[in-house]
């Protein structure tokens, strides 16, 4: 028997991709602006993830729930737009404190941010039908079903959702667990699964990615 490492082992292939990607230092600052506040972030792998789509879509029009402070909206506004513009909502004023230190210290134009601070059941219903090129989901697991229910309503035919925590470590597919979380998380995915306009894909990103693309 080999000593080698078995480097085709899902485990390796995703320290990998954790490692091959190298964070800038606005993006360092932002994480420990998080680390401060107990505030999560995406992994590095899961952010360049947020950038590639972004750039792929030429967004121009972003929607985050859950801004934490700005970690993945660092990522996304990396691969947007120069003109695109970020909506980031969260309900904890501290963590919009963090985030504006972070888009500040990034340089980034304040025109491209608008920060709303809120809870997200009553700030999502007031933005617009079929407007954003991207909608990522990055609140707390238990919301994904409502979440992801308004974030396919506010996507563009040919926009992408992006649910961030989808898999529950993986137990979504397991019939056996009836916990909370695992039971939104399956109800998101569901949602995502039956509706006919989207084509999604589960990424083994960070806690689990689950991206979908709307119909154009
Ligand atoms: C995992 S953090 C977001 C991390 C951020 N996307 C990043 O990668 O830098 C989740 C955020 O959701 C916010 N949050 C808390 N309750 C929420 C709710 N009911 N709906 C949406 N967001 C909520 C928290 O304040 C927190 O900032």
Do not use: Q
Not at 59 to 82: F, Q
Not at 129 to 155: C, Q
Not at 183 to 210: F, H, K, Q, W
Request: glycine letters at 8%.
């Amino acid at each position: 028997m080999s000593d080698s490492p078995d480097r085709s082992s899902p485990a390796s292939l995703i320290d990998y991709a954790e490692s091959a990607i190298v964070e800038d230092d606005a993006v360092l600052e932002a994480r420990a602006r998080a680390e401060e506040l107990g505030a999560g972030t995406v992994s590095p792998a899961v952010g360049a993830l947020l950038a590639l789509l972004a750039r792929a879509c030429d967004a121009r029009a972003v929607v985050e729930i859950g801004t934490g402070a700005g970690v993945s909206g660092l990522w996304l506004l990396n691969g947007m737009a120069a003109d695109g513009v970020l909506t980031t909502i969260d309900p904890e004023p501290e963590h919009h404190r963090a985030a504006r230190a972070s888009f500040a210290a990034a340089d980034i134009a304040a025109g491209r941010t608008r920060l709303i601070n809120g809870a997200p059941r009553e700030v999502l219903p007031r933005l617009a039908d079929d407007a954003y090129d991207i909608v990522f989901v990055d609140g707390p697991v238990i919301d994904h079903p409502r979440h992801v229910t308004e974030a396919v309503r506010l996507l563009r035919a040919g926009g992408v959702l992006i649910v961030h925590n989808a898999t529950a470590d993986g137990a979504v597919g397991d019939p056996s667990r009836t916990d909370t979380l695992t039971t939104a998380a399956r109800e998101a995915a569901i949602t995502i699964a039956d509706d006919d306009r989207l084509l999604p894909v589960v990424i083994p990103l960070g806690p689990g990615v689950l991206a979908a693309a709307k119909a154009r």
